[in-house]
C-alpha cells in the first residue's frame, strides 16, 4: 500500500471517529438543555403550588376572622378570596409542566368548589343568621363543628403536597438522567480518541521507517 494510501487511511479513520463524538456530544447537550427546561417548569410548578396553597390558608383564615367578628369586611375578603383561588387553579392546569399535577390541581379545584358550597357560603348564612337575632353564637358554633372543616382543608393540602414530592421526584430523575449523559460522554470522547491516533501511527510509522530508493541512491553517490 503506497504511503497516500495509507496516510488516507489514517486520515478517514480519525475523521470517523471525530464525526461519531461530535454526534455524541450534540446528544449530551441537548439532553442538559432539556434537563434545563424541566429544572425551569418544575420550579415554576412548584412556586404555583405554593401560591395556591397560601391562598386556601389564606381563605380559611378570613373566613374565620368573619365569623368571629362578624365584619361584612372580611365577609368580602372571604368571597374575594374564594373567585381568587378558582381562577389561580385553573391558570395552573393550564400551565402545569406534567398531566399528574393537572391532575391534582383539578382534584384541589373540585374540593376547594366543595368547600366554598358546602362549608363557607353555609357558614356565612348562619352567621347572618346570628347577626339577625335568628339563630345564636352557639348554635353558629355547632354548625361550624359539625361540618368537620378541618377536613377539606387536610383533604387539599394532602393533595398539595404529593403534587410537590411528585415535582421534586421528576426534577430528579431529569438530573441524574443528564448526569448520566454527561458521563457517557466523557467516556466515550476519552476512550474514541485514542484509536483513531494509534491506527494512524501505525499505519504511518512503517513507511517512515522504510529508507526510501532516492535516499539510498543519494547515500551512494556520496559514498562514491
Known amino acids: 500500500m503506497t504511503i497516500r ?21 450534540i446528544f449530551a447537550v441537548l439532553r442538559q438543555y432539556t434537563t434545563r427546561d424541566a429544572v425551569r417548569d418544575s420550579l415554576a410548578d412548584v412556586q404555583m403550588i405554593e401560591s395556591i396553597r397560601y391562598r386556601i390558608i389564606e381563605n380559611r383564615l378570613t373566613l374565620g376572622n368573619y365569623l368571629l367578628s362578624g365584619d361584612l369586611r372580611d365577609e368580602d375578603k372571604t368571597n374575594k378570596g374564594i373567585t381568587e383561588l378558582e381562577s389561580l387553579l385553573k391558570e395552573g392546569e393550564a ?57 377539606w382543608t387536610n383533604k387539599s393540602v394532602a393533595m398539595l403536597d404529593q403534587a410537590t ?4 421526584r421528576a426534577e430528579d430523575e431529569s ?32 513507511v517512515a521507517s522504510k529508507p526510501s530508493i532516492s535516499g539510498i541512491c543519494t547515500s551512494i553517490r556520496i559514498k562514491s
Request: glycine share 6%.
Open 5 to 25: 494510501k495509507r496516510l488516507l487511511w489514517g486520515f478517514g479513520a480519525i475523521l470517523a471517529i471525530m464525526a461519531f463524538l461530535l454526534i455524541v456530544n
Open 95 to 151: 400551565r402545569a409542566s406534567t398531566t399528574g399535577v393537572r391532575s391534582t390541581l383539578s382534584q384541589v379545584e373540585d374540593n376547594e368548589r366543595g368547600w366554598a358550597d358546602q362549608f363557607a357560603k353555609e357558614v356565612i348564612a348562619k352567621r347572618h343568621q346570628v347577626d339577625s337575632g335568628d339563630a345564636t353564637v352557639s348554635d353558629l358554633q355547632i354548625f361550624y363543628l359539625q361540618h368537620d372543616p378541618v377536613s
Open 165 to 168: 414530592q411528585a415535582v421534586h
Open 175 to 206: 438530573n441524574a438522567s443528564a448526569s448520566a449523559a454527561t458521563l457517557w460522554s466523557a467516556v466515550i470522547a476519552t476512550t474514541g480518541i485514542c484509536p483513531p491516533f494509534s491506527f494512524s501511527l501505525r499505519r504511518i510509522a512503517p
